[in-house]
């Protein structure tokens, strides 16, 4: 053991001084070899970082609305109940209490709506529940009544037809609303029993709040970000007016790229920009004067932080290798390549660390002893006896190919079988027995012809205290079968 910490202490060390090498080097090149690729890395970086945070919103919010769906199309039975106006009206304001709540505890959520479908109710059943421009507090607000606007209105009834002929959930496009006087974001959802339809329920987010998330983005010196649609369209660009080519827009909304790079010119300066289409259906651009991103060298400590990173894994990663092949070294048994007993009291502590951590763990041991070893190596000699105890692990893994099998003592194996029934490890030891069993009268005409007896014992929870409870019964089955061996070959004395 001294000199396996040796060798680990060494290794480490070694480890360490290579590491610090290189990332010395690959840090002196990278900051004096400044390339494209590396400023992209950085551009991605950024680009990442905010769409993420921006889609951890859009996704609160889709998350949301599949779940409230989900539990009012569980409270409705039928679409014919909405027929019946006194359910009707305790359905809507169970289901509006919920959404109530959703508003009051989120503060991004403006207001949230149920709209039922108006062939199967009146044209204003449902809910509006909303905040507005003056007040933080949520009220119900005014119902639209569907009844007096065709379903090309966009403007007016857009969200609850757009859903509905599209047939899925959907991010509508921003839009004023008059009843709260916010500039809102929805994500709504088409609710169907069937084949029928039942409304649409939806979230709005404020507009303004995720306006002003893009407009804190900065990057450089002047770098910033812009959100335009799936047309081209700047959907906000804050105090600034970009002027994108069409060619460069054409680039920004290729939805067969993630993240997709191009520059464009305007006003005799070439600008870089990174885009990435968001949850909903949006396109965040984060646009950079070239020449700010060349003369930012500080930045390049961002890439020299990942290449550290970089490389320390790939050194802790061959550590761990060496580590496990030397500590693997002290769990093998060398004559057979079988697991040893230091392998098997870990795996026994193991096994005893499941019986008291997960409930209804199930588990088989199977106990294996080499027949007439002694009388080999007493007979023909201890080389021909080791040829039999390897034979016998070879039987032994034959037949059980998919399991670790430890040799615990000079004759003796034990196998594990967890997470399978009893049915299929009692079948495969039947087998095994069999197999066994047509080698007896011939044992003695071949000395290496292993034949190994095997016990079997599944844990019993009720009875058995711990694992080793479970290996005595299994030891006790082994003893049984191994009598049918010596009845079989009677003219070997017992445990010679």
């Known amino acids: 053991m001294k000199r396996t910490k040796n060798n680990l202490i060494t290794i480490i060390i070694l480890g360490i001084v290579v590491a610090s090498f290189m990332i010395g080097v690959i840090a002196v090149t990278s900051f004096r070899n400044v390339t494209d690729e590396n400023n992209q890395e950085i551009l991605l970086h950024y680009c990442k970082e905010n769409t993420q945070t921006m889609n951890k919103r859009f996704s609160e919010v889709e998350t949301l609305v599949?779940?409230?769906?989900?539990?009012?199309?569980?409270?409705?039975e039928t679409p014919d109940a909405l027929k019946d106006e006194k359910f009707l009206?305790?359905?809507?304001?169970?289901?509006?209490?919920?959404?109530?709540?959703?508003?009051?505890?989120?503060?991004?959520?403006?207001?949230?709506?149920?709209r039922f479908n108006p062939a199967i109710t009146n044209p204003t059943a449902g809910f509006f529940i909303s905040r507005d421009a003056k007040s933080s507090t949520p009220v119900y607000k005014e119902i639209t009544d569907l009844s007096k606007y065709d379903s090309s209105d966009i403007q007016n009834v857009g969200w609850y037809h757009i859903p509905v002929q599209k047939g899925e959930a959907v991010w509508l496009e921003p839009y004023d609303n008059p009843n709260n006087g916010i500039y809102m974001i929805s994500y709504v959802k088409p609710l169907y029993i069937g084949d029928t339809l039942i409304g649409v329920f939806g979230i709005d987010l404020d507009y303004d709040t995720i306006c002003n998330e893009v407009g804190s983005i900065s990057l450089y010196e002047s770098g910033y970000a812009i959100l335009i649609d799936n047309n081209g369209k700047v959907l906000h660009s804050g105090n600034h007016n970009p002027v994108i080519p069409t060619d460069a827009v054409n680039m920004i909304i290729d939805e067969n790229e993630d993240y997709v790079y191009s520059s464009y010119t305007q006003s005799q300066q070439i600008y870089t920009t990174i885009s990435h289409k968001l949850r909903n259906g949006e396109y965040l651009v984060l646009i950079v004067p070239e020449r700010e991103i060349y003369n930012t060298r500080n930045q390049m400590i961002f890439t020299i932080?990942?290449?550290?990173?970089?490389?320390?894994?790939?050194?802790?990663?061959i550590l761990t290798g060496m580590i496990n092949r030397v500590m693997n070294a002290t769990r093998i048994d060398k004559l057979t390549g079988a697991k040893n007993r230091n392998a098997y009291l870990e795996k026994i502590d193991n096994i005893e660390n499941s019986i008291h951590s997960k409930n209804n763990f199930s588990f088989a041991i199977l106990v294996f002893d080499i027949n007439g070893l002694k009388f080999v190596n007493d007979t023909i000699g201890h080389t021909e006896g080791d040829k039999l105890i390897i034979n016998s692990y070879k039987a032994i893994k034959s037949k059980?190919?998919?399991?670790?099998?430890?040799?615990?003592g000079g004759d003796e194996f034990v196998i594990f079988i967890e997470k399978r029934t009893a049915a299929i490890a009692e079948k495969l030891v039947t087998e095994f027995r069999d197999t066994m069993a047509q080698k007896y009268h011939n044992y003695c005409k071949n000395s290496n012809e292993a034949t190994v007896s095997c016990g079997y014992a599944l844990y019993n929870s009720e009875t058995d205290a711990s694992c080793e409870d479970t290996f005595k019964r299994a030891d006790r089955d082994m003893y049984a079968d191994k009598e049918r061996f010596y009845e079989a070959n009677p003219q070997l004395k017992r445990r010679l």
């Open 305 to 317: 932080i990942l290449i550290a990173i970089a490389v320390s894994t790939m050194v802790i990663l």
């Open 66 to 76: 599949n779940t409230l769906s989900d539990y009012y199309l569980e409270e409705l």
């Open 89 to 114: 009206l305790s359905y809507t304001e169970e289901s509006g209490k919920l959404a109530y709540s959703i508003i009051q505890n989120n503060e991004s959520i403006v207001a949230s709506y149920l």
């Open 400 to 408: 059980f190919p998919g399991v670790d099998v430890f040799r615990i």
